[in-house]
């Protein structure tokens, strides 16, 4: 029988495991996801909390729960799924199918120092008696070159020989976790192998969940396209950001919502600056993994802009005379428990530096983890807002969009300045006293 189609079958009547390596937002989701199919599944991650997650089925990932949109305690009670720190039982005959999901980006660039650490613990397959070579899925999203120049010979290097011992592919995930409609199920999958039999593989494997698999030409083209698709979206948000710089006195906003109405434009808004593990990463992917990295001309001017944003935010409230400021949100966007390259920790950090007095709050983060990730003390919500001369709205969490705008207006008695990256107060009518500018109105920045 061919082997993709054995495998899928194995799988599907319980004979053979998946592995998952890494139980984050992505390995969470995609191990609950194979569960509800049917698929025995064992985890390990090195954080004790989410194994424990895991085990208990219950995701305490804020929000992850409405976004999978299933009963996942019931998987674990029922033994579908299990997770645990010990990463030798994931080295088994049993689990032939293997799934990584863990981070490459440490302090805003690509860092490999845990994939590298996972590559060399699957290099122990090589131990394991199986009748076929077990097959192994990446599904962080990699530098296009990476394959190639670490993880292939990672494993020559144990003696282990790719296509034959094991079957390596490239599958990055592009779920967006605040949209119930963008998830695993539903969205495209681009899928590559080292051979076209690998990638058959993958598309069986993964087509036990994946509606909608698309097949690249190989592993590296799988690779590219993540990040190629992410730097387009960065180049058009940061495009948006040096139109409002270039054009300080037009309301911005409001003319990239009326281009946006072009059939083919997507309607894009001036903001703080990009943030999370994909966009403003996904330049940097590219540029590392380029031939020819000096052709890339306009990704490497879109970084300095994107990551000088801000400043310049910062440097707008320093004009202005604000002296004490309250930031909504270090989550770089709305009802994700996800802070990587969020704008709100240099704005926070910087303004301290300053001698300007800040708090913070933020619904998803503990006083400790605020103190620990900005170096600046919580407060409460919308209490904090009281005696503060400004407030900086850098995420759009659903507490701060449905709160009753009396209570927001009652503790705004000293606001002189409102800055909001999203404009999700736009629609409360302040006083007079009170200048509010949602990011790419005119003169936002002063």
């Excluded at 804020?62 to 299933?70: E, I, M, R, V």
């Excluded at 390596?168 to 039999?197: N, Q």
């Excluded at 500018?437 to 003169?443: I, L």
Aim: glycine residues 6%; proline residues 5%; negative net charge.
């Amino acid at each position: 029988m061919n082997y993709a189609i054995n495998l899928k079958n194995e799988l599907k009547k319980g004979n053979k495991k998946i592995g998952v390596w890494g139980l984050g937002y992505i390995g969470f989701s995609t191990i609950t996801h194979f569960a509800k199919a049917g698929i025995t599944c064992i985890g390990t991650d090195i954080s004790q909390k989410r194994v424990n997650d895991v085990n208990n089925g219950k995701a305490t990932i804020p929000n992850l729960d409405f976004w999978l949109g299933f009963n996942t305690q019931a998987l674990a009670r029922d033994g579908i799924m299990r997770a645990t720190t010990q990463w030798q039982e994931l080295i088994h005959p049993d689990v032939l199918a293997h799934i990584v999901t863990i981070p490459t980006e440490k302090d805003g660039k690509p860092h490999h120092d845990i994939l590298i650490d996972v590559v060399n613990k699957l290099s122990n397959l090589k131990n394991v008696e199986m009748e076929h070579p077990p097959l192994v899925i990446v599904e962080s999203t990699l530098t296009p070159s990476v394959a190639d120049e670490i993880i292939i010979p990672l494993f020559k290097q144990k003696g282990i020989e790719i296509g034959k011992d094991i079957l390596f592919g490239i599958a990055p995930r592009r779920d967006w976790f605040t949209s119930a409609d963008k998830g695993l199920t539903a969205l495209h999958r681009v899928v590559g192998g080292t051979t076209p039999e690998t990638t058959t593989l993958m598309h069986e494997v993964l087509g036990i969940v994946c509606n909608n698999i698309l097949e690249a030409h190989d592993h590296k083209h799988a690779a590219i396209v993540k990040s190629v698709e992410n730097a387009f979206r960065q180049l058009d948000i940061t495009f948006a950001n040096q139109l409002s710089l270039a054009y300080p006195d037009y309301d911005m906003k409001s003319v990239l919502k009326m281009a946006g109405t072009k059939w083919n434009i997507e309607t894009y808004h001036p903001s703080f600056g990009t943030g999370g593990y994909c966009i403003p990463l996904a330049p940097q992917y590219v540029l590392e993994g380029a031939k020819h990295p000096e052709q890339l001309t306009l990704l490497k001017e879109s970084l300095k802009t994107d990551f000088s944003q801000p400043q310049r935010v910062v440097e707008s409230l320093i004009r202005r005379g604000v002296k004490n400021v309250v930031i909504l949100g270090i989550a770089y966007t709305g009802d994700l428990k996800v802070h990587v390259l969020s704008p709100a920790i240099p704005i926070a950090k910087e303004l301290k530096a300053n001698g300007i007095n800040v708090e913070i709050h933020d619904p998803y983060y503990t006083s400790e983890e605020i103190k620990d990730i900005t170096d600046c003390k919580s407060t409460t919500f919308p209490e904090g807002l009281h005696e503060k001369d400004a407030i900086v709205i850098v995420s759009p969490h659903m507490q701060y969009c449905y709160t009753n705008t009396q209570e927001i207006l009652k503790y705004c008695t000293m606001t002189k300045l409102i800055l909001d990256n999203t404009g999700i107060w736009n629609d409360i009518k302040f006083p007079e006293t009170v200048k509010y500018y949602e990011a790419g109105e005119s003169n936002w920045l002063g």
